[in-house]
Each structure stands twice: as structure tokens, then as C-alpha cells.
């Protein structure tokens, strides 16, 4: 089984600068289903995972909640989040694998780890 994406809600004004977030973690917008046009929501993928970004007046988010990224290039990826103004936050290494938390255009908590538990992903 393979979790296939997760979603957020946050303000419509956040749009780009999500787009631009996640960007530098590897995820490129991607269109939704034509089903789904008429949906006040923006999609970003990578490597068939995918955030649904949904966009709504009075957005809840959660202060613990959070997504978790793996990216393969971690340090690099953490000099790109740096480099646009981000604070990437260091945290224990579990499972021996670097992550921190940073917080991403809206105000939504994203954990970016090296490599999940059991290792390095397949094909990375």
C-alpha cells in the first residue's frame, strides 16, 4: 500500500508561494482530474506522491499536525529552503536519519527527513 497524498487547508493567497515552497522540496504542480476542476484546491507532485492544497476562508491548521517529505538530497534541500528565507528547525535523528521542521507558506508544519524508517527508499 502506498499513501498517495495528503491535504492541507490554507488562505488562497498562499497559492503561490506554495507552489513555491514545495518546489524546493522537488514537487511540481500537477492538474487535478477534470472531475475535480471546479475545486478550490492546488495539487503538487513528486515521484506519484502528492500535497492537495486546499484553499479556504477560515483555514485550520493543526499546531503538532504536519506532513513528512523524504528527500534523498536532504543537505542540498535544506540549502534551498534556507536560501529562500526559510528557517529549517534540526531534530533528533531517528531510525539514524537527518530531518528538521520547517514551516511552510501558511503557516503548515512539513518535516523533511534524508531517508524514512528501514532506510534509504528504493531507487533513490
Known amino acids: 500500500m502506498t499513501l498517495h497524498h495528503a491535504a492541507l487547508e490554507t488562505a488562497e493567497g498562499d497559492r503561490e508561494a506554495l507552489v513555491a515552497f514545495f518546489g ?3 514537487f511540481a504542480p500537477v492538474a487535478p482530474p477534470p472531475t475535480l476542476t471546479l475545486t478550490n484546491a492546488l495539487w503538487v507532485e513528486r515521484d506519484g506522491t ?3 492544497v486546499l484553499f ?17 538530497d536532504y543537505e542540498a534541500a ?9 528557517a529549517p528547525d534540526p531534530r533528533e535523528e531517528h531510525w539514524g536519519s537527518p ?3 520547517v514551516r511552510a507558506p501558511g503557516g ?17
Open 50 to 52: 502528492q500535497v492537495h
Open 24 to 26: 524546493l522540496l522537488g
Open 78 to 86: 535544506l540549502r534551498r529552503l534556507r536560501g529562500a528565507g526559510f
Open 108 to 124: 503548515h508544519r512539513v518535516e523533511v527527513m534524508a531517508f524514512p524508517p528501514g532506510g534509504a527508499l528504493a531507487g533513490s
Open 56 to 72: 479556504a476562508d477560515a483555514a485550520v491548521v493543526p499546531p503538532q499536525g504536519h506532513v513528512a517529505v523524504v528527500c534523498a
Open 99 to 101: 530531518r528538521c521542521f
